[in-house]
């Protein structure tokens, strides 16, 4: 499987921007596509967005579309995600994951996990 390590979380002002780093290993030729979920105190998990390896193609939820970019380095097996004009409702655990299929992409049932890494947004 791969395995996968966030980076990049913090504590950033309403309005600024915090960029996340997702590093593959293992057997990243498995992957079909990476993505970011966040789950929040008393909040169920979220996906938030995915970009599939080969084509590039990106998927966004609506609560992030226009404010977040996710993109990646197939040379380092690396995806990150550019968050801009944060707000107080981003404040999560985000983590990393990764898709071994088409259908785990469209299901939004990604098969690897990182282990997170906390945004605070303070207003």
């Known amino acids: 499987q791969v395995q996968l390590v966030e980076s990049g979380g913090g504590l950033v002002q309403a309005g600024g921007s915090l960029r996340l780093s997702c590093a593959a290993s293992g057997r990243t030729f498995s992957s079909y596509a990476m993505g970011w979920y966040r789950q929040a105190p008393g909040k169920d998990r979220e996906f938030v967005a995915a970009?599939?390896?080969?084509?590039?193609?990106?998927y966004y939820a609506d609560s992030v579309k226009g404010r977040f970019t996710i993109s990646r380095d197939n040379a380092k097996n690396t995806v990150y995600l550019q968050m801009n004009s944060l707000k107080a409702e981003d404040t999560a655990v985000y983590y990393c994951?990764?898709?071994?299929?088409?259908?785990?992409?469209?299901?939004?049932?990604?098969?690897?996990w990182g282990q997170g890494t906390q945004v605070t947004v303070s207003s």
């Open positions: 994951a990764a898709a071994y299929s088409d259908y785990e992409l469209i299901k939004r049932d990604f098969g690897s």
């Open positions: 970009i599939r390896w080969s084509i590039g193609i990106t």
